[in-house]
Structures are given as structure tokens and as C-alpha cells.
């Protein structure tokens, strides 16, 4: 006989005769004995989805919970419902921290935030962001999403900041060793500006879509500027490329799976500049969904992308709509990494790096090489000009090429 068993029989047929939930029977026979009701944690798990959804993040909440666990996930962390008092659980539990015949549901419930997704330790021990970090509940559900956005762009600042200690292999610029992915079969490092460098060789799209994938869930400090080359491989491969992926690294021996944003690039996080920033990314916190920040770009520059679609003219139809996520991604990723990095060499010289000739013949070998570059630079111009009128000021070479 199980714990608790004659009360749960009861609670079971109290859902039964009722139509209620498991939870909404047992909270109201508990109710109905009198037993006093504190804060429900899934109401809160909820409320905290739909704020930090209304603030632009990107957001995938679990109802079923683990160990007493509510999780959510929100751009690069883990939201963590649960109670502070109850009886130790193990992982295989699937006890709600709202059940009664668990929980004391007078006991407090804490919200944690662990950031990044994947709790990253270095080689001294030390704690590389946030684990479980508590919030304040004393506060409206909008305050409290303000409160995770705070602490989060806290963290990744201290991160950010920290002494470098690696160089890129094509500019020499200088990164920490975590920030450099090698994209080829060579054992060469290299930054987001240069991972599209003519000088790189055996190209493997696949190889650097695993680095990207570790990269964003295990480091809080990731480059910002790595989501647009995250992006573009998205957008090249097209529909599928998370099931492409999750072949060739099955072929490998890779048991991890594919991000969602390999299949939705619209779901990529994408960190936004600290401080001072242009007004149409001023409605964000740290960071936002690229698919909000396409929104925001769009409403705000209504003929934006008509304007790049005028100029890529003797482009294939269709090629800028499929490749403008890739664009913004560059354009504000960049823009981010440049406000975070001050003093280091610009990284706008992308737009003259490129030579995705090896990367398009893997991933879409019917588009052709130059509608790719004269599109994706196009479109990197055109959303840098619009978000930063004063960017080509100092450079009337690349004020030429934008127009």
C-alpha cells in the first residue's frame, strides 16, 4: 500500500464524480477540512511564462513537474517553481509542489534562476553564473521578471569583463578560449566574425552547429555576435536542418539533441547591448527573441526590408524573406558585441570576410554563393543603418557599399 493511499483514493474520487484535476479535487477536500491555503505555485509558473513571454523573451514552460520542480526555460535560463519545505524527493518523482497530500501548501514557494541552462564551473571551481539564484516574491509578477532580467545581465557582465586569454586565428583579435569554435576539419579557432573567412577550408557546418549548441547553453559570456552565424546556417539548411543535424551527430556518437532554434531560428536568443541603445530595442531588457526583435524592426521600418528586396533585385525571389532572420541576427548580435567588448577591433568587417561558397554548396547547393553574400551584406547594412544612422559616418567606403 502506498503513502498517503486512503486520502489519495479519496482525492481520486473526489476528480472523478467532479471533473476536476487531481490538484483542484485535492486543494478542495483540503479546503473543505479546513486546512489553511498559502500561494500555489502553478498559477505563479504561469503568470511568470506569460510575463517574460510579454517581455520578449524566448519561452518553453513544462507543466509536469520534476521532483517537486516546476520548470521553464527563458532564453539562456532555468526558471525553478517549487516549495521550500517538503519531504526530499527523488528524480523519478513526479509529486507537484501544489499537491496536499505532498506538500504543506502554507509552506513558501522560491522561484530560482540557473543561468546558463547548463551550470558551468571552471578548472578552479569557480561557479561561471547563476545557480538557483533565489527572487524576490514580495513583489508583482512584472517586477519579478525585471528582477531575473537584472541579475541575469549582472552575471553575464562580470563574465563578459573578465581578462581574455586565447586569440582568433584569422584577426588576432582577442577572446576567451571558450569563445573561439573551430568550423573546420583544421584545428583553427576562430571568433563570429571570421568563422565565414575565405582563409578557412573543409568547411563543416554540422561540427560548428554542435560547438553553437553547447556554446549558448553553457556559457553565459557566449559572444553575441555568434548568433548570427547561428542564424545563418538555419536559415540556409531551411526546414529540416534539426533532423539533419540530429542524424549526423547520431552517425558520430553524439547523444545530444538539436536546440529548438536549429528548426524555429525565430526562438535564438540574442543578448542586447548594455546601456544606450536604439530606441526600437529600448522596449527589451538583456536580451530578446530574435523573432521580437524582427517584429520590432519591422514595425518600426515598415520599408526596410522592400528596400533590400529593391536592391537585391537580380537575387532569387524569396532569398531576402529567407535570409533576413540571418541579417538582423548579424546586425544587432554584432552591435551587442561591439557595446560589450570596448576597446577591441570593430567587428563590422564582416561584411567583408565573407565567402560562404563552402557553406552554401553543403547547405543549399541550389541557391548559389554570390545572391547569399550580396543579400545576407545587404541586409546587415541596411538594419545597421536603421537602428544606427551615425554608423558609416567614419567609413564612407562602406556608406557607399550600404547604398
Not at 117 to 141: F, K, N
Not at 220 to 225: F, I, K, N, T
Not at 362 to 390: Q, S, Y
Request: hydrophobic residues 45%; aromatic residues 6%.
Amino acid at each position: 500500500m502506498t503513502k498517503n493511499y486512503f486520502r489519495k483514493k479519496q482525492i481520486r474520487a473526489e476528480a472523478s464524480a467532479t471533473g476536476r484535476t487531481y490538484l483542484d479535487a485535492a486543494r478542495q477536500i483540503a479546503v473543505d477540512a479546513g486546512h489553511p491555503q498559502g500561494m500555489l505555485a502553478a498559477p505563479l509558473h504561469e503568470a511568470l511564462a506569460k510575463a517574460l513571454d510579454a517581455a520578449g523573451w524566448p519561452v518553453d514552460f513544462e507543466h509536469d513537474p520534476l521532483a517537486g520542480v516546476l520548470f521553464g526555460y527563458a532564453g539562456p535560463a532555468v526558471i525553478q517553481t517549487c516549495r521550500l519545505d517538503g519531504p526530499p524527493l527523488d528524480l523519478a518523482s513526479n509529486a507537484h509542489p501544489d499537491d496536499p497530500t505532498v506538500f504543506d501548501l502554507t509552506s513558501p514557494i522560491s522561484v530560482g534562476v540557473t543561468a546558463p541552462r547548463l551550470v558551468d564551473i571552471d578548472h578552479v571551481g569557480r561557479l561561471l553564473g547563476l545557480d538557483c539564484h533565489e527572487v524576490s516574491l514580495d513583489q508583482p509578477v512584472c517586477n519579478i521578471v525585471a528582477a531575473i532580467d537584472a541579475v541575469l545581465a549582472t552575471t553575464r557582465h562580470e563574465l563578459v569583463t573578465m581578462p581574455t586569454n586565447a586569440e582568433c586565428a584569422i584577426c588576432g583579435d582577442q577572446f576567451s578560449a571558450r569563445d573561439l569554435l573551430e568550423p573546420t576539419s583544421q584545428q583553427i579557432r576562430v571568433c563570429p566574425c571570421c568563422v565565414f573567412s575565405g582563409e578557412l577550408l573543409d568547411v563543416k557546418p554540422f561540427q560548428l552547429a554542435l560547438q553553437l549548441n553547447f556554446a549558448v547553453i553553457e556559457n553565459l559570456a557566449v559572444s553575441a555576435g555568434w548568433v548570427g552565424p547561428q542564424t545563418l546556417l538555419s536559415c540556409l539548411a531551411g526546414a529540416g536542418f534539426a533532423d539533419r543535424l540530429l542524424r549526423a551527430w547520431r552517425r558520430a556518437g553524439i547523444r545530444d539533441e538539436p536546440m529548438e532554434w536549429w528548426s524555429e531560428p525565430a526562438k535564438a536568443w540574442i543578448w542586447l547591448p548594455p546601456g544606450v541603445r536604439p530606441s526600437v530595442l529600448a522596449q527589451f531588457g538583456c536580451g530578446a527573441s530574435l523573432q521580437r526583435i524582427i517584429t520590432a524592426i519591422d514595425t518600426a521600418y515598415p520599408e526596410l526590408r522592400a528596400e533590400v528586396r529593391t536592391r537585391a533585385v537580380m537575387t532569387p525571389d524569396g532569398l531576402v524573406d529567407q535570409l533576413w532572420p540571418a541579417g538582423v541576427a548579424f546586425a544587432v548580435g554584432l552591435m551587442t558585441q561591439q557595446a560589450e567588448h570596448v576597446g577591441r577591433r570593430s567587428p563590422w568587417d564582416v561584411m567583408d570576410s565573407f565567402d560562404l561558397l563552402y557553406w552554401v554548396r553543403k547547405l543549399a547547393p541550389d541557391v548559389g554563393c554570390d545572391p547569399v553574400e550580396a543579400v545576407l551584406g545587404l541586409t546587415i547594412a541596411a538594419v545597421r543603418g536603421a537602428l544606427n544612422p551615425g554608423a558609416f559616418a567614419e567609413d564612407p567606403d562602406k556608406a557607399e557599399r550600404s547604398k
